[in-house]
């Protein structure tokens, strides 16, 4: 049994599904209701229609003159979510508290509307629009209290994955979907740091990162094209004839240094004088970026290592377990998350089988567009880890792989092995799928490195050259 103190050391945070845990404060991230909608996982979709039946609960309510105004704050109370550890706080994980204050101001800009008291409430996105100061992290707040049932599984699953040990602790509320009740959960097992201090883990794929709040990066990332639209439109106003004016970045800086000395203090004093600025830099879920000027992920991952970790790992039934747990972690890092909730020797519904590696399946390289354009069904990815040396990859190997598959599913499974694939293989996967419409991908050491000197080059289209080998498997 190990602590988050022994994860941490012995992971990179792009290799595990869930948010890299930090044991001295916040993590400078928010739960995105949209994201959970589109998770690959289904547990999450469910989040967004709790969320419509909780509020127009009690709307209904409101508007019917059960409950008042002081009774309706009281269940629009959405504080921060105990050891989840997403949001600004600097240091520690408890922010300042403002669940009443919104309360207030979500009742007024919502429930008390007109027009959503008569249709109730559609859309998530009125309460951001309408509800003043919301913002990621108190949208992260409201979305992180329904989700908390949903998060503590996810937790407990991800504690037996990578035998973490856990203490009891207790979280204050959590809803009761048949009461629309808050209800405490008093004893809950979390994992902890050395500390004591426990966490809920979060998946990374239903995250994104808040903006950072700095001079620079709001000047560069937000501001100057605001001021560099507001003066194009002031000259064109001016104007009567003629093309749009044009406005440089350089001149904005200029007029800005101008009237207020330095680039920095008149960016302060922008800020200052119209807060509405920053809202809607907290509120814009893309910041405002030049369109000509094309943007790349920027990563610092040490692709190489993966090569060298490989080649250490010895072949042989003794270092099975090392090879899966090797896969899961190299096939989380190459698609960046979009493989959750990897798991190692999962076992199946009914107990019969056991998954060396399985991931619910999110990703859109070109690989698996080609799989979604072929409606082959890849929602759940399986991973057949035979960690053979010279042991020919033989049709019991491929046999077993179509065994997990669901019956005429049109299912994928990735068979991956040390040796390298040749044309024998390539039949046998072709017999397999015309007898049984099972796609069983072989890969071997040499497709894994090919995938891993492509990905430290591209985070896009790395996997393109296994398209060839999955539409000769399909053209049998």
Request: net charge negative; proline share 5%.
């Amino acid at each position: 049994m190990v602590t988050l103190d022994q994860l941490v050391q012995n992971y990179k945070p792009h290799e595990l599904d869930f948010v890299f845990p930090n044991s001295s404060g916040d993590t400078r991230l928010y739960l995105d209701l949209y994201l959970f909608y589109h998770s690959p996982e289904p547990r999450w979709h469910s989040i967004q229609s709790l969320i419509f039946t909780y509020f127009n609960h009690y709307l209904d309510k409101y508007r019917s003159g059960e409950i008042n105004a002081d009774q309706l704050e009281r269940h629009l109370m959405f504080p921060e979510v105990p050891y989840i550890a997403l949001g600004f706080c600097k240091t520690g994980i408890h922010g300042q508290g403002g669940a009443e204050d919104r309360a207030r101001v979500i009742r007024q800009s919502i429930f008390d509307n007109e027009e959503i008291q008569e249709v109730g409430l559609t859309e998530i996105a009125e309460m951001s629009i309408q509800v003043p100061n919301m913002g990621p992290d108190g949208m992260s707040d409201l979305v992180g209290n329904f989700a908390i049932h949903h998060l503590i599984q996810y937790t407990h699953e991800q504690c037996k994955e990578f035998d973490l040990s856990t203490a009891t602790y207790s979280v204050g509320r959590a809803l009761n979907p048949e009461t629309m009740l808050w209800e405490p959960v008093p004893k809950v097992d979390l994992p902890f740091f050395e500390t004591g201090e426990p966490r809920i883990l979060v998946p990374r794929h239903i995250t994104k990162r808040i903006p950072v709040f700095s001079t620079t990066g709001f000047f560069e990332n937000y501001l100057r094209y605001v001021l560099k639209g507001e003066k194009e439109d002031q000259l064109n106003a001016i104007q009567t004839i003629g093309k749009r004016p044009r406005v440089t970045f350089k001149q904005v800086k200029e007029e800005l240094k101008s009237m207020h000395g330095t680039v920095g203090r008149g960016t302060r004093k922008e800020a200052e004088s119209r807060s509405e600025l920053i809202e809607s830099y907290v509120d814009k879920t893309t910041i405002y970026r030049d369109p000509l000027k094309p943007t790349r992920k920027k990563e610092d991952i040490d692709w190489g290592s993966y090569i060298d970790e490989l080649a250490q790992i010895p072949t042989g039934q003794r270092s099975a377990r090392a090879y899966a747990e090797y896969l899961k972690k190299l096939f989380t890092a190459l698609y960046d998350g979009r493989l959750a909730n990897g798991k190692t020797e999962k076992r199946s519904v009914d107990n019969i089988f056991r998954y060396d590696v399985s991931f619910s399946n999110g990703a859109e390289t070109p690989l698996f567009r080609v799989i979604n354009n072929q409606r082959l069904r890849a929602g759940v990815l399986l991973v057949e880890a035979k960690n053979y040396d010279k042991t020919e990859l033989a049709n019991d190997a491929f046999n077993q792989a179509r065994g997990y598959t669901i019956q005429d599913g049109r299912e994928l499974i990735f068979l991956v092995t040390r040796p390298d694939i040749d044309e024998m293989h390539i039949q046998r996967a072709q017999r397999h799928f015309l007898a049984q419409k099972a796609v069983i991908l072989p890969l071997g050491d040499s497709d894994l490195r090919q995938l891993i000197e492509k990905r430290k080059n591209d985070h896009l289209d790395f996997d393109e050259f296994l398209t060839e080998r999955l539409l000769a498997i399909l053209s049998a």
